[in-house]
T-cell receptor, first 114, second 119 residues
C-alpha cells in the first residue's frame, strides 16, 4: 500500500535558523496536505498543494510539491519558538466516490532553541 | 461553523476492561469520519473510517471496533483493553469530495483527542 515517509524525524534548531522537512511517497499522489501538531495538541491543517511543481507561501512557510507528485517539502525561514511542534504531510491517494484515502507521513518534530 | 467534540480528554483503564470513546460533529452533514491512534512521539495510524451511517472500514487488524449509529456520531470501542491499546486517540472529519464550497478539499479536521492509558 501507499507509504509516506518524512525526514528528518527530529530537528533541533536555534531560533532564527531555517528548517526544512521532506516528504516522500511510494506512489504518485493526487495532492499533498500539511498539518501542524503543537505539543499536547491535535493536528491542524496548514495547506494543500494539488498541481505538479506547485509552490505556496504562508508568511515564513514555503510549501512545494514535486514535479512527479511523489514528494513535497516544507521550509520555514527564520524559525521562532512558536514554530515548535510536529509537522505532518498527508498524501491524497485513490478516490472512491466521495472518499479519498489520505496517508499521513511519519512526521518531523521541530524543537526551536531560544 | 463546524465543530468536532471528542471525549473524554483523558482516560485510565485497567487491562481487560471495556472501552467506549465518542466523537460527534456539528454544523455539517454526511461527513467522512475517521479514528486515528498516535503512540507517544509517533505518527498517525488510521484505525477506521466511515463514509456513512453503519459503514465502517478497518485499516488495520486490532482489538478495537468502530460504529456509526448516527450521521455525525462515531464511536470507538473495545471489549477487553490490552496494554498495547494505550495511546492518543484522535477523531477527525472531512467533507465528501465533490461537495461545493470552501470545505471541498478533503481537509481533515481533528478533535482534541483522548489520551488513553491502559494499566
Amino acid at each position: 500500500g501507499q507509504q509516506v515517509m518524512q525526514i528528518p524525524q527530529y530537528q533541533h534548531v536555534q531560533e532564527g535558523e531555517d528548517f526544512t522537512t521532506y516528504c516522500n511517497s511510494s506512489t504518485t499522489l493526487s495532492n499533498i496536505q500539511w498539518y501542524k501538531q503543537r505539543p499536547g495538541g491535535h493536528p491542524v491543517f496548514l495547506i494543500q498543494l494539488v498541481k505538479s511543481g506547485e509552490v505556496k507561501k504562508q508568511k515564513r512557510l514555503t510549501f512545494q510539491f514535486g514535479e512527479a507528485k511523489k514528494n513535497s517539502s516544507l521550509h520555514i525561514t527564520a524559525t521562532q519558538t512558536t514554530d515548535v511542534g510536529t509537522y505532518f504531510c498527508a498524501g491524497g491517494g485513490p478516490r472512491a466516490g466521495g472518499y479519498q484515502k489520505v496517508t499521513f507521513g511519519t512526521g518531523t518534530k521541530l524543537q526551536v532553541i531560544p | 461553523s463546524q465543530t468536532i467534540h471528542q471525549w473524554p480528554a483523558t482516560l485510565v483503564q485497567p487491562v481487560g476492561s471495556p472501552l467506549s470513546l465518542e466523537c460527534t460533529v456539528e454544523g455539517t452533514s454526511n461527513p467522512n469520519l475517521y479514528w486515528y491512534r498516535q503512540a507517544a512521539g509517533r505518527g498517525l495510524q488510521l484505525l477506521f473510517y466511515s463514509v456513512g451511517i453503519g459503514q465502517i472500514s478497518s485499516e488495520v487488524p486490532q482489538n478495537l471496533s468502530a460504529s456509526r449509529p448516527q450521521d455525525r456520531q462515531f464511536i470507538l470501542s473495545s471489549k477487553k483493553l490490552l496494554l498495547s491499546d494505550s495511546g492518543f486517540y484522535l477523531c477527525a472529519w472531512s467533507s465528501k469530495l465533490g461537495t461545493s464550497g470552501s470545505l471541498a478539499k478533503n481537509i481533515q479536521y481533528f478533535g482534541a483527542g483522548t489520551r488513553l492509558s491502559v494499566l
